[in-house]
Nanobody, 124 residues
Framework: QVQLIESGGGLVQAGGSLRLSCAAS????????MGWFRQAPGKEREFVAA????????YYADSVKGRFTISRDNAKNTVYLQMNSLKPEDTAVYYC?????????????????WGQGTQVTVSS
């Protein structure tokens, strides 16, 4: 069983920054692409960013491109989401997720494992 545990959410003013972390259990973390998704109140969950197993490739939703950066440290079984220039519309619960091995590409995949989520609130 895989466990994904997010941390780093909180309340920040518009224009501020936060870094989310996702710690994964298991010895096969470095074999999987990982991603971040978010869900705002009353809206469907949406893709935010993804990173390949090696960290060599990344992909972002247009809404966060140039402001958010996804990275990973395979030695620590952790994936990160650095969020800069935050806007009130970034307010959501952010989820870490694992891409299934059989899935190709990084654009908006359907995960096989999810974390429990961490709340990010951006005030105006």
């Amino acid at each position: 069983q895989v466990q994904l545990i997010e941390s780093g959410g909180g309340l920040v003013q518009a224009g501020g920054s936060l870094r989310l972390s996702c710690a994964a259990s298991g010895r096969t973390f470095s074999s999987y692409a990982m991603g971040w998704f978010r869900q705002a109140p009353g809206k469907e969950r949406e893709f935010v960013a993804a990173i390949s197993w090696s960290g060599g490739s990344t992909y972002y939703a247009d809404s966060v491109k140039g402001r958010f950066t996804i990275s990973r440290d395979n030695a620590k079984n952790t994936v990160y989401l650095q969020m800069n220039s935050l806007k009130p519309e970034d307010t959501a619960v952010y989820y870490c997720a694992r891409r299934p091995r059989k899935t190709q590409g990084l654009a908006g995949f359907t995960p096989d494992y999810w974390g429990q989520g961490t709340q990010v609130t951006v005030s105006s």
